[in-house]
T-cell receptor, first 116, second 112 residues
Framework: GAVVSQHPSRVICKSGTSVKIECRSL??????MFWYRQFPKKSLMLMAT?????????EQGVEKDKFLINHASLTLSTLTVTSAHPEDSSFYIC????????????FGSGTRLTVV | GENVEQHPSTLSVQEGDSAVIKCTYS??????FPWYKQELGKGPQLIID?????GEKKDQRIAVTLNKTAKHFSLHITETQPEDSAVYFC???????????FGTGTRLQVFP
């Protein structure tokens, strides 16, 4: 149990285009999901907290207009990288908070974004 | 804000030996401390976690100890196997919020 599906696993896009990444909790409801960014051989940096039915809260230094987050249901959060540039290339990871049936965080498998 | 330091950054051990990774945190209000294993190109997988009201937790070859006074917690892996090779991250909750702050990671290599 406690599976989070993240898609796509890899995406290559052209500069200036937008990319949407989906994060789904498959067997539990998640009122709170998180989005992280990870650079090669580095740690996970929290970008934003996604709350079902309300606006996401962003960490300091993260552009909310660049990284649009939508959490429209209890099982789905999306991250859209708008007007992508090569510096947005990174590994993006979501996690979902389980508050029932055992507290904890389940992570998605990550999305490798390459902007060319 | 919360700061989580992790040591060592790399650790090489012989198969069968034990491995210990240590983390310190700064926020005394932190109450949840998970450890994750991350393989190349994949998301982190929880291997063990501990809450602030417990000093030690064990699951087969893996154990975690927490010293709240000193604000540090450690991961212990016994009888290491080559498949334990990965990057391990500690994390601490940001105060009593649901946010997690991650350590800098430890690359563990277990040689056969």
């Amino acid at each position: 149990g406690a599976v989070v599906s993240q898609h796509p696993s890899r995406v290559i896009c052209k500069s200036g285009t937008s990319v949407k990444i989906e994060c789904r909790s498959l067997d539990f409801q998640a009122t709170t999901m998180f989005w992280y960014r990870q650079f090669p051989k580095k740690s996970l940096m929290l970008m934003a907290t996604s709350n079902e039915g309300s606006k996401a809260t962003y960490e300091q230094g993260v552009e909310k207009d660049k990284f649009l987050i939508n959490h429209a249901s209890l099982t789905l959060s999306t991250l859209t990288v708008t007007s992508a540039h090569p510096e947005d290339s990174s590994f993006y990871i979501c996690s979902a908070l389980r508050s029932q049936g055992g507290y904890g965080y389940t992570f998605g498998s990550g999305t490798r974004l390459t902007v060319v | 804000g919360e700061n989580v330091e992790q040591h060592p950054s790399t650790l090489s051990v012989q198969e069968g030996d034990s491995a210990v990774i240590k983390c310190t945190y700064s926020d005394s209000a932190s109450n949840y401390f998970p450890w994750y294993k991350q393989e190349l190109g994949k998301g982190p997988q929880l291997i063990i976690d501990i809450r602030s009201n417990v000093g030690e937790k064990k699951d087969q070859r893996i154990a975690v100890t927490l010293n709240k006074t000193a604000k540090h917690f450690s991961l212990h892996i016994t009888e290491t196997q080559p498949e334990d090779s990965a990057v391990y991250f500690c994390a601490a909750s940001l105060g009593d919020t649901d946010k997690l702050i991650f350590g800098t990671g430890t690359r563990l290599q277990v040689f056969p």
